[in-house]
């Protein structure tokens, strides 16, 4: 089935950009202090990790808003405990 443009469906803005969550920040800020402590780039703590490097970067900046799993695969690529990367 081809793609028709239909001008009454609304197209929502990508919710990165609308992010605005002390706790995401808090988890940006710890996820890039950590990463610094382990003295990886991004670049190889998304190979580590196995996701995109782009991804490590929009999650250290607090625009993008890892899954459980996700910050459970950082915590083993960093070789700490999941609790480690979550602020209090």
Not at 51 to 77: C, H, K, T, W
């Amino acid at each position: 089935m081809p793609w028709l443009f239909n001008p009454q469906v609304r197209i929502i803005p990508s919710m990165e950009k609308h992010i605005d969550n002390q706790n995401i920040k808090a988890l940006a800020a710890r996820v890039k202090a950590v990463r610094l402590e382990c003295n990886i780039s991004q670049e190889q703590l998304a190979l580590a990790a196995n996701v995109d490097r782009s991804f490590i970067s929009r999650l250290e900046r607090g625009i993008a808003n890892p899954s459980y799993l996700m910050l459970v695969q950082i915590a083993n690529a960093l070789g700490k405990p999941t609790k480690e990367l979550i602020p209090d």
